[in-house]
Each structure stands twice: as C-alpha cells, then as structure tokens.
C-alpha cells in the first residue's frame, strides 16, 4: 500500500487547545490513534462554532464525515496539550476537505496531519446536499 501524504496549506485559520485526557491514552501510555478523530471532530466543532455554525446547521445544511485520512508523526502522552489547527479547502458539488495538524503546545513536535472529507447533508430529506453557497463563499482561496 502507498503511504499517505498529506501537504499542509502554509497557514491555518483556525487553532484551538485540546488537553489529552486519561481517556485518549492506550495501552502503550500514548494517544490512542483511533483518538485523534475525536480530537479532530471537537477541533471541527469549534472552528464551525466560530462561523457561526453547527453541524447541524452549516447555513441550513448539517455535515457527515465522509472519509478521513491521518499520517501519524511522532506520539502524544497524557497531560500534554494539542494546538490542533484547522482549514477548509478542496470544495466539490456536495462538500469539502477539513485539513489539520496536531502539534504538541509545548514542544511544538507534530503528532498528526491529516484531512476529513464532509458530504453536506439534508437530515430532514435523508440526502447529501449542494454545499451552501454562504459557506463556500467564506473560503475564496480553497
């Protein structure tokens, strides 16, 4: 299988600090890597949030995650806290990539990149959805 590469946008928009908790730790007493999603959807949430949006409500559309792809750097352990930096790039007919990067706040080591594909959703028609054109139009560069 090739391995995954990812390129980073030369700057984020958006940052926000998660802690790692006991519950993000696994058995080798470093982030569990099926964690890094979840910090990465609450990072989601925030960047979203400070939009003025939900995910539910993406300018009358909710979001799901339609694939997600992470290269794992260097491990992460409990008590240190993430600067996980977000964009949005990539827009197509029916959504776009979230881009980000786990860096550990006080040594600035990278733990993760990746990227999370959304599809734009209609929960009450149970199908994607047009990305709104108030949403894409936040992102002229992407």
């Known amino acids: 299988m090739a391995r995954i590469r990812i390129e980073l ?4 928009p958006f940052a926000t600090e998660i802690p790692l908790l006991i519950g993000h730790i696994n058995y080798g007493n470093h982030l569990d890597n099926a964690q890094v999603l979840g910090l990465v959807s609450e ?18 559309r909710g979001i799901i995650a339609r694939d997600a792809a992470v290269q794992y750097r260097s491990e992460a352990f409990h008590g240190e ?20 990067r786990l860096t550990d706040r006080g040594s600035g080591r990278e733990v993760a990149r990746g990227k999370t594909g959304i599809v734009f959703f209609d929960y009450q ?3 994607k959805a047009k990305v709104p054109e108030a949403f894409r139009h ?5």
């Open 9 to 12: 946008p030369a700057q984020f």
């Open 43 to 60: 990072a989601r949430l925030r960047y979203l949030k400070s939009l003025g949006y939900s995910e539910l409500d993406v300018a009358g």
């Open 81 to 100: 806290v993430m600067v996980v930096e977000m964009g949005v790039e990539d827009f197509h007919d029916y959504g776009c990539d979230f881009i980000w």
């Open 125 to 127: 028609a149970r199908k």
């Open 138 to 142: 936040r992102f002229p560069q992407a």
